[in-house]
C-alpha cells in the first residue's frame, strides 16, 4: 500500500515549516509557500491538489500582519476568510481532510476564564475577523475538518516576539513589554504536532484549541526570554526589561487583553497533554542558537 500524501500551505511561515519539520514517517508531506502556491489563486490551488493528490491538507497559510490588516481588510480577507473556503470546497468535492489554523484573536480578551472552543467569538480588529469568516467557511465546507486556534506563535528563524526581544535586547540593551496582556505561548513545534495528530484522527471534527501550558504577560515571556538567552550564551550581557501598561504601547489594531485557551478537550481528544510553556521556550532557544552556531 502507498503511503498518504499531504499537502502543507503557507509552508515558509512559521507553522508551515515546523508542519514540514515534523512530518509523519507514515506519509509523504509536500509543502508549498507563497511563492509556489499563493491560496488566493483558485488555479494554484488546484494546480497543487492535482500535482500532490493528498488525503490530508493543512493550511497554515495566513495573513498575520495584524496592524497593516485594519487598513487592508481585503487582503486579510482574501488570506483568511476567502482562501480557507475555496480550500474546504475543493477538500470537500475530493473526500480530503482540512486542518486549518485560526487564533486568540477571534475573542475580545474580557473573559474570567480560558476560553472553551464553544465560547463565543468576538473580535476586536480586521485580523480577527477575518480568521473568525475562515473559521465560519470550513466548519461550513463539508469537508472532513479541524479547525486549531492557538496563540503567541513561535519558532527558530521565524518572525515573533522571542526573536524580536531578542534582537532589541542585544541591539539596545533595553526593552519596553506591555505587561497586561495575558496569554500563552505557543511553539510552533509542538502546533505542528497536534496539526498532525488531527490531521489523521479523522473523526475528530469541530475547533479544537492548542497552546503551551501556562497564562502569563508579555513582559513575563520577555523576562524568561532574557533569563534563557543569556544561561544559553544567545546574549552576551543582561539587558533591562521595562514593564509598561498596553495603553503606553499604541498599536492600530486593539489586541485581547486575555486570551488563554482552554486546551483539555483537546487533550483529552488526542490523549496528549500540553507542554509548560518555558520547556518549550528552552528547545526552541536552543534550536536558535544551533541556527546561529553558537553551538
Ligand atoms: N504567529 C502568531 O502569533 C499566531 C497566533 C495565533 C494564531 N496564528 C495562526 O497560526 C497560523 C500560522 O501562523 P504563523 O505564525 O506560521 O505565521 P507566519 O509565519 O506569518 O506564516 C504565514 C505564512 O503564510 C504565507 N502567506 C501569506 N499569504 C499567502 C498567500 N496568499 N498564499 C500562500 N501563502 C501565504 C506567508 O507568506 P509571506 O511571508 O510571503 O507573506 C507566511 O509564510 C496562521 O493561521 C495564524 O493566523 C498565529
Not at 497554515?60 to 487592508?72: F, G, H, P, S
Not at 492557538?150 to 521565524?158: I, L, Q, R
Request: aromatic share 6%; glycine share 8%; proline share 6%.
Amino acid at each position: 500500500m502507498s503511503a498518504q500524501r499531504a499537502l502543507v500551505l503557507g509552508a515558509a511561515g512559521q507553522l508551515g515549516r515546523a508542519c514540514i519539520d515534523c512530518a509523519p514517517d507514515t506519509l509523504v508531506a509536500q509543502g508549498f509557500s507563497r511563492a509556489t502556491c499563493d491560496v488566493t489563486d483558485d488555479s494554484a490551488l488546484l494546480r497543487v491538489m492535482d500535482e500532490v493528490d493528498p488525503q490530508v491538507v493543512i493550511n497554515a497559510a495566513a495573513y498575520t500582519a495584524v496592524d497593516a490588516a485594519e487598513d487592508d481588510p481585503e487582503s486579510a480577507d482574501a488570506v483568511n476568510a476567502n482562501a480557507p473556503a475555496m480550500l474546504g470546497a475543493l477538500c470537500a468535492q475530493r473526500g480530503l481532510r482540512l486542518v486549518h489554523i485560526s487564533t486568540d484573536f477571534v475573542f475580545d480578551g474580557r473573559a474570567p476564564r480560558p476560553y472553551v472552543p464553544g465560547a463565543n467569538p468576538a473580535p476586536l480588529g480586521v485580523y480577527g475577523v477575518s480568521k473568525w469568516r475562515g473559521e465560519e467557511a470550513v466548519l461550513a465546507s463539508g469537508a472532513s475538518h479541524a479547525v486549531v486556534r492557538t496563540s503567541w506563535v513561535y519558532g527558530p528563524g521565524g518572525s515573533n516576539f522571542v526573536l524580536t526581544v531578542l534582537r532589541l535586547m542585544r541591539e539596545q540593551g533595553t526593552v519596553r513589554v506591555v505587561n497586561d496582556q495575558i496569554g500563552s505561548p505557543t511553539s510552533a513545534r509542538g502546533l505542528a504536532e497536534i496539526c498532525w495528530l488531527l490531521a489523521l484522527h479523522g473523526d475528530a471534527s469541530g475547533v479544537f484549541h492548542w497552546s503551551d501550558a501556562g497564562a502569563i504577560s508579555w513582559y513575563d515571556f520577555a523576562c524568561a526570554i532574557h533569563d534563557e538567552a543569556l544561561a544559553l550564551g544567545l546574549l552576551s550581557s543582561p539587558a533591562t526589561i521595562e514593564p509598561i501598561p498596553t495603553d503606553a504601547f499604541p498599536t492600530k489594531a486593539q489586541r485581547p487583553a486575555y486570551s488563554v485557551l482552554d486546551c483539555s478537550d483537546t487533550c483529552s481528544t488526542l490523549g496528549m497533554a500540553q507542554r509548560p510553556w518555558r520547556d518549550a521556550l528552552c528547545d526552541m532557544l536552543r534550536s536558535q542558537q544551533q541556527l546561529e552556531g553558537k553551538v
